[in-house]
């Protein structure tokens, strides 16, 4: 850095940069002590507030919540993992190098990992969070940057998953008979993707958040003097199996590619006989078992592929932690009526117009103790379509505004990065700092979608 450069007065943005790093690297906890300390919030407001807060009604919803959600949590384990392990096979590992190969900037890396991490979210929510990871990993090797600012470029990626094929809320208002098709239940009717996904009000605001996310992270680089660069660690694949027991038995099985071939195929001829007899589906059972399937594919024998996921379970640490901490938050803001109360005071101020709009800002507050999409429609759903009902609004506009305030919001609650952070080897906090852009800028985006295109 010159003299010149360091009498210079720092530029708006970057201040806007290290005081919003700062604010959060200094000043936010752990995030198993946010969510400890959103546990507080919640019993408290509901004891005191909800229709059915009572302590008995607390402790024990709190109580079920907490263990009603173990196997959603490891189902997402089980999407992380696999989707680690696929990230690491050889075959995709040259890719990622090739295709980091081809940029020489800190612009062109941050732009190149925040679109090749929103097109795989869009596709994929749990195969987007893990691609975007291990490639900032792979492009902060080569150039020189702050690793901070290009996770977090990697983790906005993850800003139009709701939006795409893979939302869970659009997923099952499509499914005729999922509990969670709140629409089928009160209208009889499904909503197809050509009502929420495939509409103007839902790709014109995630085209524009594509293009103009990239050149926010542009124009908010660091300053040399501020940048924390990324420090490789030990060699995260696993050590090669031992050769002391070379030419046995074990060792033949272990490395046998029949073996991963026999699973390969009878996972391949599960997805053949249901999407034969029942439709081709996607649901997060059929995510895992496609992303099991191809990790052993990729990987060719059993005890590759045994060591890729024994490497990635290191990183499932702080979401096995927090997951129960999270159900129990959900399980008391729906049995005491605490959600129906927040929902409700944004339908009183709504006309047919403005509800589907209404219902986003309710989200984004949702979405902060109910960071889940699936069990944010459950609370949220069924208060939101009702009174779209009654006031002859949109339902598929409230039904997305509800998607759309789940991932903007997700770029400040600390539970959807975890998976993120652990697999680039980062602090949360300083990748909050940059994704508060994200943030507003995706916030104003979708919130004016919704106002101006339905």
Do not use: C
Not at 406 to 427: D, H, R, T
């Amino acid at each position: 850095m010159t003299t010149q450069d360091a009498a210079a007065p720092p530029r708006p943005r970057r201040s806007f940069v290290a005081g919003s790093v700062y604010l959060f690297e200094r000043l936010l906890p752990d995030p198993f002590v946010i969510a400890i300390g959103l546990t507080f919030a919640v019993a408290g407001a509901a004891l005191l507030f909800a229709p059915k807060g009572d302590l008995v009604t607390v402790v024990t919803s709190w109580y079920t919540g907490v263990f009603g959600i173990v196997g959603f949590a490891f189902q997402m384990v089980m999407i992380l993992v696999t989707g680690h392990a696929v990230a690491h096979a050889p075959v995709v590992q040259r890719g990622l190098k090739t295709l980091v190969a081809t940029v020489s900037t800190p612009n062109q890396a941050v732009v190149l990992t925040f679109l090749v991490a929103a097109a795989a979210s869009w596709l994929n929510w749990g195969f987007g969070l893990v691609v975007g990871a291990i490639l900032a990993r792979e492009v902060a090797k080569r150039i020189h940057l702050d690793f901070g600012w290009l996770v977090a470029a990697a983790y906005s990626g993850w800003v139009i998953w709701a939006s795409g094929p893979s939302s869970s809320i659009a997923l099952s208002q499509a499914t005729h008979g999922n509990a969670l098709n709140i629409v089928e239940k009160l209208t009889g009717k499904l909503l197809p993707f050509g009502d929420t996904v495939f509409t103007t009000f839902n790709l014109v605001p995630t085209v524009l958040v594509v293009i103009l996310v990239p050149i926010a992270f542009i124009l908010l680089k660091p300053r040399e003097d501020e940048i924390v660069a990324f420090v490789p660690g030990p060699d995260e694949q696993a050590a090669p199996a031992s050769a002391k027991s070379a030419g046995t038995f074990a060792d033949k099985a272990n490395r046998s590619r029949m073996v991963s071939l026999f699973l390969v195929l009878l996972g391949v001829a599960y997805l053949g006989v249901s999407w034969t007899t029942k439709g081709a589906k996607f649901d997060v059972n059929t995510v895992i078992l496609i992303f099991l399937i191809l990790g052993v594919a990729l990987h060719g024998t059993p005890v590759a592929y045994s060591d890729a996921m024994k490497n990635a379970a290191k990183q499932t640490g702080s979401m096995i932690l927090q997951y129960p901490i999270y159900g129990g938050i959900m399980g008391m803001i729906d049995a005491t009526g605490l959600a129906a109360m927040i929902s409700k005071f944004f339908v009183v101020v709504s006309t047919a117009h403005t509800l589907p709009f209404w219902t986003y800002i309710a989200s984004l507050f949702i979405t902060f103790l109910v960071p889940s999409g699936g069990g944010h429609w459950a609370v949220q759903g069924p208060f939101a379509i009702p009174a779209a009902v009654e006031l002859h609004a949109s339902i598929p506009a409230v039904t997305m505004s509800v998607a759309m305030g789940e991932q903007v919001s997700n770029m400040m609650q600390p539970f959807w990065a975890l998976p993120v952070v652990a697999m680039a080897g980062i602090g949360i906090q300083r990748v909050l700092g940059f994704t508060v852009v994200t943030f507003f800028l995706a916030g104003i985006i979708y919130g004016a979608a919704l106002l101006l295109l339905p």
